[in-house]
């Protein structure tokens, strides 16, 4: 199984970025999937997940109405669309596959497999 993120870069604050993970491996429709992120100095924390078919999507607080989760299961892609970029918002961003339970969630022990990250920073 291998989880590929992509899409990182160094933007301006306001700015927008599309984060994108391809799947190989697995089948996508059978995993819940997330997207996670560590800043310099902090823990790795939740950013957004979404279902298996996409009817359910949940977000951080931070970042509620500023990102949007979307999945092409054709593709075998998840995306992470950020719009309204803070510089409180640079870290590197990870993606998670989740084997569906039939609940998402922020916990990182629900997350089977991990991509390796995609670093994004904003300046201010």
């Known amino acids: 199984v291998q989880l590929q993120a992509s899409g990182g870069g160094v933007v301006q604050a306001g700015d927008s970025l599309r984060l994108s993970c391809a799947a190989s491996?697995?089948?996508?429709?059978?995993?819940?999937m997330g997207w996670f992120r560590q800043a310099p100095g902090k823990e790795r924390e939740f950013v957004a997940a979404i279902s298996p078919g996409s009817s359910r999507t949940y977000y951080a607080d931070s970042v509620k109405g500023r990102f949007t989760i979307s999945r092409d299961n054709t593709k075998n892609t998840v995306y992470l669309q950020m719009n309204s970029l803070k510089p409180e918002d640079t870290a590197v961003y990870y993606c998670?596959?989740?084997?569906?339970?039939?609940?998402?969630?922020?916990?990182?022990?629900?997350?089977?497999?991990w991509g390796q990250g995609t670093l994004v920073t904003v300046s201010s």
């Open positions: 998670g596959a989740d084997r569906f339970s039939g609940s998402i969630g922020r916990e990182q022990w629900r997350y089977d497999y």
């Open positions: 491996g697995l089948t996508l429709s059978s995993y819940a």
